[in-house]
């Protein structure tokens, strides 16, 4: 989980938000408290101007009720607090705060101006400091013992040598900044914490379609190619995806392609070496094979020529005689011929990928008639397809023999069974038929051409003896294995498949 892309988007990106929280706390922190006190040099500055405004479109030494109204909304205007003296002895005029002092307002405000105007003269006042000078003003702060509190205040004179005395509370301006820090500092807390469930969401989104590619990619090294990327997005990952998918297709073909020219060199390289004694083999079997079918159809044949029987029953016997023995020898040469095909090489494998259940229903299908005919009780299960890698044309002749073979030796509960069994990336098919076990001894034989396990019983079904040598040459040009083993009740003849 560590090592997931996942995992490395959220904590950078959560590591980057806390950063920056941290630094904009640190710089609130740090400069807050010095933008603040700015802002409220501009606040008095800006009061002092409008407040001194008004004094010059007056005369009087004395204001308008107007124009108090207007210093009071400038005072609430700025929240400060705002005082204009016509002298320093006697307070003339109060904005902001009353009209109507005591005794001890009085005096208080008489030691404030004294102070600004005598230094030192307001026992009550220390750390006066000058924080900026106007033209005809000065902004000070101070810390007043009889308040207990620091303050900012404007002392400066206006129009006509009016004072003017305008204070507002500096330990506020601490507070809102402490304020402010512990609430960026709690927003902070919950961004981070909050940021990091949407990127964990979030980064799900980017992150699911590598993992899908992945599994794609994974499938493709164990040579699935079925699975393709659906692209829904038109960005980098959708191009992956579209790469992947033209990846998958053109390895399936070069797949297929290989496996067919090592099936081509395998083969090549066995019909070398066995070349030469399939000739001899093959001229030797077909010579014994030929010489009953012959012998019969030149005997067959002479009869006729010296009417032996004259009536024409007869006569069409002969014939039927010598019309079956050229049928059976015309199929045999057909086989020997698809044989030698096969044994030599002549015969071009094309491998592609099929639904072998598919397959063996299509032949079933051909001779369900046989079956019914027979009374034979089928036994096939397989619903779902299965894909192998094999010429489909080929396997076609090994399941049509197999399935031929089984009828014509079914005997008993007159049962033949056809099984799939998957192992790894092999499949084996199985055709399995009641009746007489074939001899151990013959186990090995019955793939050689002409050998006949029963002489009597394969003439009467018209067997030639080179159906499962057929069988035989066709496995080894697809280089997989076949076998026969006994049952109990019956034989069961198999071959195997690539299932990749």
Request: charge should be negative; include cysteine; aromatic fraction near 12%.
């Amino acid at each position: 989980m560590k090592h997931s892309i996942r995992f490395k988007i959220t904590f950078l990106l959560t590591s980057l938000l806390v950063i920056i929280i941290f630094l904009t706390w640190l710089i609130n922190h740090t400069f807050l408290s010095q933008y603040y006190l700015y802002s409220k040099f501009k606040l008095l500055d800006n009061a002092y101007k409008e407040i001194n405004a008004i004094y010059l479109e007056n005369d009087d030494d004395m204001l308008s009720d107007e124009e108090i109204l207007k210093v009071e909304r400038i005072s609430t205007k700025y929240g400060i607090s705002t005082y204009i003296y016509i002298n320093y002895q006697v307070p003339g005029i109060n904005y902001g705060i009353a009209f109507n002092m005591s005794e001890t307002q009085v005096k208080q405000m008489r030691l404030l101006l004294q102070e600004y105007i005598f230094r030192g003269t307001n026992p009550y006042v220390s750390n006066r400091t000058l924080l900026r000078r106007g033209e005809n003003y000065g902004v000070f702060s101070l810390y007043d013992e009889l308040r207990d509190s620091n303050y900012i205040d404007l002392f400066g004179t206006l129009e006509d040598d009016k004072y003017i005395f305008m204070r507002t509370n500096y330990e506020s301006i601490e507070e809102s900044v402490n304020i402010s820090n512990k609430f960026l500092a709690y927003i902070g807390f919950a961004t981070a914490i909050l940021g990091t469930m949407l990127m964990l969401f979030i980064s799900k989104k980017f992150t699911q379609p590598i993992l899908d590619l992945a599994n794609i990619a994974k499938q493709m090294s164990n040579l699935n190619f079925n699975i393709k990327y659906k692209v829904k997005s038109k960005d980098e990952i959708g191009v992956l995806g579209e790469s992947i998918n033209s990846l998958s297709d053109r390895l399936e073909n070069t797949i297929s392609e290989l496996k067919q020219a090592n099936n081509e060199l395998l083969s090549d390289i066995q019909k070398k070496i066995e070349m030469d004694e399939i000739r001899k083999e093959f001229l030797s079997n077909v010579s014994h094979e030929l010489k009953t079918p012959l012998a019969l159809i030149q005997g067959y044949a002479e009869g006729l020529k010296e009417n032996i029987n004259e009536d024409e029953e007869s006569r069409n016997f002969y014939c039927e005689v010598i019309i079956d023995e050229a049928d059976k020898m015309n199929k045999m040469v057909q086989k020997l011929l698809s044989l030698n095909e096969l044994e030599f090489g002549n015969n071009q494998v094309n491998f592609e990928r099929f639904d072998i259940v598919e397959l063996i229903r299509s032949v079933l299908g051909t001779v369900d008639i046989l079956f019914k005919q027979k009374g034979v009780i089928l036994h096939f299960e397989q619903e779902e397809p299965i894909y192998v890698w094999a010429d489909e044309f080929l396997v076609e002749q090994v399941v049509t023999n197999y399935i031929s073979n089984a009828l014509n030796h079914v005997s008993g509960a007159k049962i033949i069974e056809i099984k799939l069994i998957k192992h790894d990336d092999v499949v084996r098919i199985a055709v399995f038929n009641t009746g007489e076990n074939i001899p151990e001894e013959a186990l090995d034989k019955i793939w050689i051409k002409f050998f006949k396990v029963d002489k009597a019983r394969t003439r009467e079904y018209g067997g030639s003896g080179i159906g499962l040598s057929i069988v035989k040459a066709i496995m080894n040009s697809l280089n997989r294995e076949c076998g026969v083993i006994n049952r109990p009740t019956g034989v069961e003849f198999w071959f195997e498949l690539d299932a990749n």
